[in-house]
């Protein structure tokens, strides 16, 4: 099952849980029986690339895509989607999560220390208050609406521009190499035109911004929510696939 996997450490890893009786999953390293705990990827022919993301031995995520291999960025984790949207690769998986808004909170805590460039939450206002004194010190710009009496809903996004932010010349390149024309071109228009703006000045500051931004091509919602490109490529010709609108 774990032939060949590679491990590519990453800090966004939850940690194992610390109950003894906690039973690990069935991932295991096939050199040692270790229990397998973080990111891991693997070649496939024809320049394809499969990445799953493991807790404790319970897989959380698992996709193919193509390899892209000249763009690379610290705040692009395949942890980012799984941990921000509770995912889990089967139905019953074990997971990190504690209550329903253990995300909101990670996205909260991933924002501040640069590990996503933009996202959005809900907290009760106690937390959100506590989280925008804390991100004075950031580049962080946000938006904040009372949702109900108890919950405060926050948009955020980095003030550094995209081309400030991530190599677009490289993902650029790489989209062009795992996409046909077709799909590519679209695509990297939409990176092109983002060069010069910002997540918080398209996204944050400006009216019905999370509207706006869940109309935003996928290769520039992938960025900017630090999805790992090859995850959003593959989503690309699967829409179009499908028939899809992208």
């Not at 499969?50 to 995520?61: I, M």
């Not at 929510?225 to 028939?243: D, F, K, N, Q, W």
């Amino acid at each position: 099952m774990a032939d060949a996997w590679i491990l590519h450490p990453d800090y966004r890893t939850p940690p194992a849980p610390t109950d003894a009786d906690f039973p690990p999953g069935p991932w295991r390293h096939p050199d040692c029986g270790q229990i397998m705990n973080g990111t891991y990827e693997r070649p496939l022919p024809k320049l394809r690339t499969e990445v799953v993301t493991v807790w404790y031995g319970y897989a959380l995520s698992r996709w193919r895509g193509p390899r892209m291999p000249r763009f690379s960025s610290p705040m692009v984790s395949a942890w980012n989607p799984v941990l921000a949207q509770g995912l889990a690769a089967a139905p019953g998986t074990p997971t990190p999560y504690r209550d329903e808004l253990w995300c909101d909170r990670w996205i909260a805590e991933a924002l501040l220390y640069g590990r996503k460039p933009y996202g959005a939450f809900t907290l009760p206002a106690d937390e959100a208050l506590r989280w925008c004194g804390k991100s004075g010190g950031t580049s962080l710009i946000y938006h904040a609406r009372t949702e109900d009496d108890e919950l405060v809903r926050v948009v955020a996004g980095t003030s550094e521009r995209y081309a400030q932010l991530f190599d677009l010349d490289a993902l650029i390149a790489d989209y062009r190499e795992a996409l046909p024309g077709e799909l590519a071109e679209p695509e990297v228009r939409a990176l092109e035109e983002h060069r010069s703006c910002s997540p918080a000045l398209r996204y944050v500051l400006c009216e019905d911004a999370e509207a706006l931004f869940a109309q935003a091509p996928l290769s520039v919602r992938g960025l900017t929510l630090g999805y790992p490109p090859r995850e959003t490529a593959t989503r690309i010709a699967a829409h179009v696939t499908s028939g899809a609108a992208t």
